[in-house]
């Protein structure tokens, strides 16, 4: 029997109990892994069938439909799944969080119209960025639900999410370009995808989870008792506040998303959608550490802002400790990896026009400074230090810019990597300065009680 000050005695139902208590750590991490893992593959493989049944410029273009609608996206999402996830004293409620999400996803929508209808491109060109921020944009939904799912540390619904995604998304394009030919009906069946996924599964999810904290008997008088209604909730001041608190980590997904895609867009310019397609398929290939880092960070994410919040400075250094170390390792194997069979690989990938060592081998060298630098990320959010991430992510993505301007159009997709190395390099220094300043913060805090 659980007893309530001020409400009835009420017997808790453990099947509810059961999915609202949550996972794990190691256990959200082996789900979130494995999810992260076929998701990863998956997309990988979306590439590989581009390359083995198209050309470079099928890749290039399905690339820049990423790397155009990407930023618009990142920023319309203003990071609310880590905002959410580590929500420890329940500010918002989920209605707040969707409805956000939509009314920015709407907008997100708009700009990337805008954006191909100035831009300039060919006619089928255009039609691909069209299709892919469709297709980001249920992407963009399904992410809120997989907030509250990550805030409930159930990371096995997201997992299977992914999964799911993931197999019928490869399944999808691979028929789309062999039927058709064309990597915009490709896309088009990934809008019909994605869209199936968030209608038939994560919706669902949400509505299982929030029944569950229902079902446990929430204190009518108690705010958290609303969420447990799975509808957006236009309450607009709240979603003001919101929107301002979460504004600093829209525009860091924002510069780091430019960060990652400016090389691309510098790529198409001066060298073309054939060499932008190779330079898309080789970076791709660290997805395996990407995928791992990811699954860590999500996982811990949680965790990381309870020590937080609860001024458990020492848990919080140590794990944060270790997920460094990790990083460390994984971005040490992909260097060895690139530098013993790097031009081997990406033959046996993709295609022999596809096998640039060095770029390889410099891209991995990139890959395994931002592996720590993810980590660190992850250890501001859980600080809940986001403003401070704006200023770190803006001189990435100006030196980004300098360094694409120098160095690719004497030295190709070469200097692409280098410029790569030099912006991860210039970020990592100032992450660390940031967590450092966080503890000593918490510590000062925790010195004046």
């Not at 069209?130 to 159930?154: C, M, N, P, W």
């Not at 250094?317 to 040490?332: F, H, K, N, Q, T």
């Not at 501001?380 to 301007?405: E, K, N």
Request: net charge positive; hydrophobic share 55%; with cysteine.
């Amino acid at each position: 029997m659980v007893v309530h000050d001020d409400w009835k005695i009420k017997e808790p139902n453990i099947s509810a109990y059961s999915l609202v208590s949550g996972l794990s750590l190691r256990a959200n991490f082996s789900w979130t892994f494995l999810g992260n893992v076929v998701y990863a593959g998956c997309q990988w493989g979306m590439l590989v069938v581009l390359a083995k049944l198209g050309s470079p410029e099928m890749v290039g273009q399905f690339a820049l439909g990423l790397a155009l609608t990407a930023p618009v996206i990142m920023f319309a999402s203003l990071h609310l799944r880590a905002v959410q996830a580590t929500d420890a004293r329940s500010e918002y409620l989920f209605g707040d969080y969707l409805s956000l999400r939509l009314i920015t996803t709407a907008l997100a929508l708009v700009v990337i119209g805008g954006i191909t209808l100035g831009s300039g491109y060919r006619r089928e060109t255009s039609l691909v960025i069209v299709a892919v921020g469709t297709a980001k944009a249920f992407e963009s939904i399904s992410d809120a639900f997989y907030g509250l799912l990550q805030r409930h540390e159930r990371m096995d619904y997201i997992a299977k999410s992914m999964m799911i995604k993931g197999l019928l998304s490869l399944s999808v394009l691979g028929v789309m370009i062999y039927l058709m030919g064309s990597v915009f009906w490709g896309v088009v069946g990934l809008v019909v995808a994605w869209a199936f996924i968030l209608v038939c599964y994560d919706i669902r999810n949400g509505a299982l989870i929030l029944k569950s904290r229902s079902q446990l008997g929430a204190p009518a008088s108690d705010e958290s008792a609303q969420e447990s209604v799975l509808r957006p909730r236009w309450e607009m001041r709240t979603l003001v506040r919101l929107a301002w608190l979460a504004l600093p980590l829209g525009f860091v997904m924002l510069l780091l998303s430019l960060n990652a895609n400016i090389p691309r867009y510098f790529i198409e310019r001066y060298l073309g959608e054939r060499e932008l397609g190779i330079f898309a398929a080789i970076a791709y290939s660290q997805i395996a550490g990407t995928t791992l880092v990811s699954a860590l960070g999500e996982s811990a994410s949680p965790r990381l802002a309870k020590y937080y919040a609860a001024g458990n400075s020492l848990a919080f250094r140590m794990l944060l400790l270790r997920l460094l170390g990790i990083g460390a390792l994984l971005g040490g194997a992909g260097v060895l990896v690139a530098l013993v069979a790097g031009r081997e690989l990406l033959a046996l990938l993709y295609r022999p026009e596809y096998a640039e060592y060095e770029v390889f081998v410099r891209l991995m060298v990139a890959v395994g400074i931002m592996y720590l630098d993810s980590f660190l990320g992850y250890g501001m959010t859980a600080a809940r230090y986001f403003r401070a991430q704006i200023p770190l992510a803006a001189l990435a993505t100006i030196s980004t810019v300098l360094a694409c301007l120098w160095l690719i159009p004497s030295d190709g997709l070469r200097g692409a990597a280098t410029a790569i190395i030099v912006a991860t390099s210039v970020k990592i220094v100032g992450s660390l300065a940031v967590v450092l300043y966080a503890l000593h913060a918490l510590r000062r805090r925790l010195g004046r009680g």
